[in-house]
């Protein structure tokens, strides 16, 4: 399961430069590895550069499982104007429940 930390605007009018914070917590949930799209370092900090910022993926032994993960990894980045959808899998987890 990956979610994806996107800038709240459109990704055609994004705002570089905006510093990420949360990065190594997120890494630190078992089972969750951070994916970068749009970033850069600047210094010692990672910085936002470009529209699509990053993708938090996690592995378990179930979907219900990987996206709690994949959610509870992303709930520590955090970054100016970051928006992540918070449906992602939310379709699958309903149908596997009516089998």
């Known amino acids: 399961m990956t979610g994806v930390q996107t800038c709240a605007l459109p990704i055609w009018k994004f705002e570089d ?3 990420i914070s949360g990065l190594q917590e997120a890494e630190d ?3 969750v590895k951070v ?5 850069k ?10 529209g699509r910022v990053l993708g938090v993926t996690a592995s378990a032994p179930s979907l219900e499982e990987a996206l709690d993960k ?6 520590n980045i955090h970054f100016d104007g970051m ?3 918070r449906d992602i899998g939310q ?3 309903s149908s596997a429940a009516k089998e």
Request: proline share 0%; charged share 20%.
């Open 17 to 19: 430069g905006k510093v």
């Open 29 to 31: 949930t078992a089972g």
């Open 35 to 39: 994916l970068h799209a749009g970033t």
């Open 41 to 50: 370092r600047v210094g010692d900090s990672i910085v936002t550069a470009g």
């Open 70 to 75: 994949a959610y509870r990894g992303a709930e």
């Open 83 to 85: 928006h992540y959808r």
């Open 91 to 93: 379709n699958k987890q």
